[in-house]
Nanobody, 122 residues
């Protein structure tokens, strides 16, 4: 079992930055892929970024060059550094962990956090 807790969300002006953290329990977390997803009001949850257990990364096109996903296995934590934020980045951000494989598909992720709100004002 893995439990995930997101933090770092908040209110920021357009062009600003935030760093989200996803803290995990579980001694084998270093072997899990981790993804970040987001859900804006009235929209379906969508993929944002993912990192494999060997730190291969993938991003949705809309955040490439602005967001960076990274992991610190010693701290059982995955980060999402978000720069040059835009109002359209406003959403609840969720992290999720997958014990096998890694993907932008939500169905491979077995464990989900409760989410953290990110609001970008114009």
């Amino acid at each position: 079992q893995v439990q995930l807790v997101e933090s770092g969300g908040g209110l920021v002006q357009a062009g600003g930055s935030l760093r989200l953290s996803c803290a995990a329990s579980g001694r084998t977390f270093s072997r899990y892929a981790v993804g970040w997803f987001r859900q804006a009001p009235g929209r379906e949850r969508e993929f944002v970024a993912a990192i494999s257990w060997i730190s291969t990364t993938d991003y949705v096109d809309s955040v490439k060059g602005r967001f960076t996903i990274s992991r610190d296995n010693a701290k059982n934590t995955v980060y999402l550094q978000m720069n040059s934020l835009k109002p359209e980045d406003t959403a609840v951000y969720y992290c999720a962990a997958a014990p096998a494989g890694w993907s932008n598909r939500q169905d491979i992720y077995d464990y989900w956090g409760q989410g953290t709100q990110v609001t970008v004002s114009s």
